[in-house]
Every structure is written in structure tokens, then in C-alpha cells.
């Protein structure tokens, strides 16, 4: 899964360069760690691309409440097309939900909490993308609309693989318009994008506790812990 990430760019600047959007969001601020339930910046195509603040933890049309949010921060790429909860957004609200960094827990070589927490990001430091979904909830008594999303996730590449299981999808640059082109809705399409990424373009390193707080939220938390990290950085 993926309980936690990071969008550390330093203008909103960055991310109308990155994605080529043609709106603007006020009082945008570099995030190190993003949890569930917090609004965050995601990009949708409304005829142009838009960014537009959503909660994490997709909330459906249906729902009676908006406590489902807590039950679907993320989505199987192997059963988003056929659970009731993602099949209509997977078909009709695609997002991608731009990202400098993820969290991910390692759960293979420990037995028992708290699981030390390890850091992913982009050999180049670039802007990513997790394939996203989202919906728009109405509040029935009051009218209240909340926009709400969701990170697929798959089974991990090697490097992620060697702590957890599960994994982020992350859209190369060429797959995004594709997923949010709203044209293509055959889901054979579709799932071909739900992939693990490429190992290579990835590096990781093994984070301090405080990473874990979800209070902290300030660029030492994914600095590496003890200074030794992990995997491909060396």
C-alpha cells in the first residue's frame, strides 16, 4: 500500500510547468509528509488540465457517510475495474496525483511494529505521477460536496519488493495523457498502464522514526537515518 508521500516542490510554479495546467492554486506549500484525510494537489482533465485540491481517501458517490474515505486511500490495480467502489471513477475520473516521494514501511524483514520506514524517489529528482482515481460526494442534508481520491497501487518492483508488497503505480510521462484522456475507458487499455515501475530510475534509503509522526512535515524527515542508505543510492 501506500500510507504516505511527498510533494516537496517549492512553487505551484513547478507544477504548472510540470503538467502543463492552465489554473492556479493559492497558498500551495512543499508537503514531505502527506497522509490520508489531508486536501491535496491532483490533476484532472476537465477539456484542459486542471489542478485541483482533494482529499485523500476516495470517498464514492454512494456512500452513506463520508467516514468511507479511511478505507480507500488506495485502490488494486488487479480489481479496480470491477469493485463497486472504483469501477465507476476508474471509467470516468482519472487523476494523476503528482508526487517527489513515497513511503513505504518495511514489512518483509521485520516481524513486529513499529516497522522501519523506507524512502523512494527519482534517481533525478523529477516531479512523478501515481495513477489516481477520484470522486465527488454530496452530503444529502447539506448540500456539502467533498472531491476525494485514491492511489492505485500493484505489485512491487524489485527495489520496493524488498520491503513491502505492494507499490504505487507510477505513470511514465507518455502514459499520462493516456490515463487521463476520458476517450479511452476500455479497461484492457487501461490496465496495461497499472504496471511496476522501472527499477532503475528509482533510489531509496531507510528514514528516521520521525517519519512515522504524520505532525512532521519538514524536509529532515526523509533525510537518511544513521546516514546509511539503502540499495541503489551508492
Request: with cysteine; charged share 25%; net charge neutral.
Amino acid at each position: 500500500m501506500c500510507g504516505a508521500y511527498g510533494l516537496s516542490v517549492q512553487s505551484i510554479q513547478n507544477l504548472i510547468d510540470r503538467y502543463d495546467i492552465v489554473n492556479f492554486l493559492d497558498n500551495f506549500k512543499p508537503r514531505w509528509n502527506i497522509r490520508p484525510g489531508q486536501s491535496n494537489p491532483v490533476i484532472v482533465n476537465q477539456g484542459n488540465k486542471e489542478i485541483e485540491l482533494m482529499v485523500w481517501g476516495l470517498i464514492p458517490h454512494f456512500a452513506a457517510d463520508e467516514q468511507y474515505k479511511y478505507k480507500t486511500i488506495n485502490a488494486k490495480a488487479e480489481t479496480v475495474h470491477t469493485l463497486p467502489t472504483f469501477r465507476h471513477s476508474f471509467v470516468k475520473k482519472r487523476c494523476l496525483v503528482p508526487a517527489t516521494g513515497f513511503y513505504e514501511p518495511d514489512k518483509i524483514n521485520c516481524v513486529k511494529q513499529p516497522f522501519p520506514w523506507h524512502y523512494f524517489k527519482m534517481k533525478d529528482n523529477s516531479i512523478f505521477s501515481f495513477a489516481g482515481l477520484y470522486d465527488v460526494w454530496k452530503d444529502k442534508n447539506n448540500g456539502k460536496e467533498i472531491h476525494s481520491y485514491s492511489i492505485i497501487t500493484t505489485v512491487p518492483n524489485t527495489i520496493v519488493g524488498k520491503y513491502h508488497d505492494r507499490m504505487p503505480v507510477i505513470l511514465e510521462k507518455e502514459e499520462e495523457e493516456k490515463w487521463l484522456n476520458p476517450d479511452i475507458n476500455e479497461a484492457s487499455q487501461l490496465l496495461l498502464l497499472l504496471k511496476p515501475f522501472p527499477d532503475d530510475r528509482l533510489e531509496e534509503w531507510e528514514v528516521g522514526a520521525g517519519a512515522r509522526n504524520p505532525i512532521n512535515d519538514y524536509p529532515e524527515v526523509i533525510e537518511p537515518y544513521k546516514s546509511s542508505r539503502q540499495g541503489t543510492l551508492f
